[in-house]
Nanobody
Framework: QVQLVESGGGLVQAGGSLRLSCVAS????????MGWFRRAPGKERQFVAV????????NYADSVKGRFTISRDNAKKTVYLQMNSLKPEDAAVYYC??????????????WGQGTQVTVSS
């Protein structure tokens, strides 16, 4: 059974930083591209960032480029999202996803339950 468990969300002031983590189990982690997505209240789920199985390729939504960094540690079966210079519009539930072709399709096969990020102005 595949499980993706996110952590690291919370309340932060605008301009602050958070690091999200997502630990995977039940799959060969190093085979999968990984991604982060978010959903704000009343809005559709939005792509944030993806990373290839090796970590050699990353891609970001324009709205987070230069502020967010996605990375992974295959030995720990963990993907991270470092979020700096947070803005109120970054507030959302953040989801981690795994997919063999997620870097090109931005579509995940497996999903976590999400972690809440709140940014106060």
């Amino acid at each position: 059974q595949v499980q993706l468990v996110e952590s690291g969300g919370g309340l932060v002031q605008a301009g602050g930083s958070l690091r999200l983590s997502c630990v995977a189990s039940g799959l060969i982690f190093s085979n999968y591209g990984m991604g982060w997505f978010r959903r704000a209240p009343g809005k559709e789920r939005q792509f944030v960032a993806v990373i290839s199985w090796s970590g050699g390729t990353t891609n970001y939504a324009d709205s987070v480029k230069g502020r967010f960094t996605i990375s992974r540690d295959n030995a720990k079966k963990t993907v991270y999202l470092q979020m700096n210079s947070l803005k109120p519009e970054d507030a959302a539930v953040y989801y981690c996803a795994a997919g063999l072709n997620i870097v090109t399709t931005q579509k995940g096969t497996f999903w976590g339950q999400g972690t809440q990020v709140t940014v106060s102005s």
